[in-house]
């Protein structure tokens, strides 16, 4: 069975500090997905990593996918306020359904 | 474009009693998904269905029910509410069943069974 744990569950910081948040497996993905979901909406996709050792960047967000596929991180660099939210990580379990498998989130909260 | 929309918003079951969560996307997708959430845990998939006509189980399929008639509609239905079904219930679609491809979701419905 597939297992995608994050760490930490939840993180309350200061306006302007850095932070990262991990996904890991011990399963190989063929892809990550990092959503960012807000209090009473549904999940947004922030970014797909697909290849080994990928880094993406998304303004103060850095996203990198594991060497071997099996995990992911999230760094934030002078986290603001509007940053809050639930951080979920996400992996398909078949190649052609589109099936995901969620971690259980990081709850982050930036205080000004 | 409205997106993936859901109704409604919340709901108050008591125990025994049947309802169902509609679900609609003005998208054109042919992937649709049913997800639970509970407090502190990750989206559990409940169904899934591929297009219209075609529907399959997911992760935590029991006490529930789908049906996927058109394109645009993935109604989810509670025969038999349990307060274990108290839940967060979130509805998404994609264009395509590619691994990396990006699913939208609802705004949810928060239903409470008592």
């Known amino acids: 069975t597939q297992l995608l744990e994050q760490s930490p569950q939840f993180l309350s910081i200061q306006e302007g500090e850095n932070l990262t948040v991990y996904c890991n497996s011990s399963?190989?993905?063929?892809?990550l997905q990092w959503y960012r979901q807000e209090p009473g909406e549904g999940p947004v996709l922030l970014v797909t990593v697909v290849t080994g050792g990928e880094v993406k960047k998304l303004k103060r967000l850095t996203f990198q996918f594991g060497d071997a596929r099996k995990d992911s991180s999230l760094h934030i660099t002078a986290a603001q306020p509007g940053d809050t939210g639930l951080y979920l990580c996400a992996g398909p379990t078949s190649s052609n359904t589109g099936k995901l498998i969620f971690g259980q989130g990081t709850t982050l909260q930036v205080k000004p | 474009n409205a997106g993936v929309t859901q109704t409604p918003k919340f709901r108050i079951l008591k125990i025994g009693q049947s309802m169902t969560l509609q679900c609609t996307q003005d998208?054109?997708?042919?992937?649709m998904y049913w997800y639970r959430q509970d407090p502190g845990m990750g989206l559990k998939l409940i169904y899934y269905s591929v297009g219209a006509g075609i529907t399959d189980k997911g992760e935590v399929p029991n006490g529930y029910n789908v049906s996927r008639s058109t394109t645009e509609d993935f109604p989810l239905r509670l025969e038999l509410a349990a307060p274990s079904q108290t839940s967060v219930y979130f509805c998404?679609?994609?264009?395509?069943?590619?691994?990396?491809?990006?699913?939208?979701f609802g705004p949810g419905t928060r239903l409470t069974v008592l």
């Open positions: 399963s190989v993905f063929s892809s």
């Open positions: 998208m054109n997708h042919n992937y």
């Open positions: 998404a679609s994609s264009s395509s069943g590619r691994a990396w491809n990006e699913q939208f």
